[in-house]
């Protein structure tokens, strides 16, 4: 389960971010997770509050927000991808080849005590 070393990688950006506030702790994390990220949601909700065990952030609620996949279609042009299909057109199964979001895996905002 590599989602405990990007929880991991989250805290110490995180801890990073309190530190140039200023700040002692954090009571939540935001933290967007694309689609096409290869990062599970549910296994980072259930790896965080052990990663987080000792540190500013332990306590902290951490709040995931998925980022849906967008392709950039040939004839279509963006259309959202379904991650059975792969990297095809839902609409004509062209290849879509260009990732226009979805890959995302970044802080997104810090509450602060």
Same mark, same amino acid.
């Given at each position: 389960m590599h989602e405990m070393s990007?929880? $991991?990688?989250?805290?110490?950006?995180?801890c990073e971010v309190l530190r140039e506030h200023g700040a002692a702790r @954090?009571?939540? $994390?935001t933290v967007r997770v694309g689609q096409w990220s290869s990062v599970v949601p549910e296994a980072l909700?259930? @790896?965080f509050p052990a990663s987080s065990a000792g540190t500013p952030l332990a306590g902290a609620r951490l709040h995931i927000e998925p980022v849906p996949g967008v392709g950039e279609c040939p004839k279509h042009g963006p259309v959202h991808l379904d991650l059975t299909l792969g990297?095809?057109?839902?609409?004509c199964?062209?290849?879509?080849?260009?990732?226009?979001?979805?890959?995302?895996?970044?802080?997104?905002?810090l509450e602060v005590e």
């Amino acid at each position: 389960m590599h989602e405990m070393s990007v929880a $991991l990688a989250l805290i110490d950006v995180a801890c990073e971010v309190l530190r140039e506030h200023g700040a002692a702790r @954090a009571s939540s $994390l935001t933290v967007r997770v694309g689609q096409w990220s290869s990062v599970v949601p549910e296994a980072l909700q259930a @790896a965080f509050p052990a990663s987080s065990a000792g540190t500013p952030l332990a306590g902290a609620r951490l709040h995931i927000e998925p980022v849906p996949g967008v392709g950039e279609c040939p004839k279509h042009g963006p259309v959202h991808l379904d991650l059975t299909l792969g990297l095809r057109c839902p609409l004509c199964g062209a290849p879509t080849p260009t990732l226009l979001q979805g890959d995302e895996l970044e802080l997104d905002a810090l509450e602060v005590e």
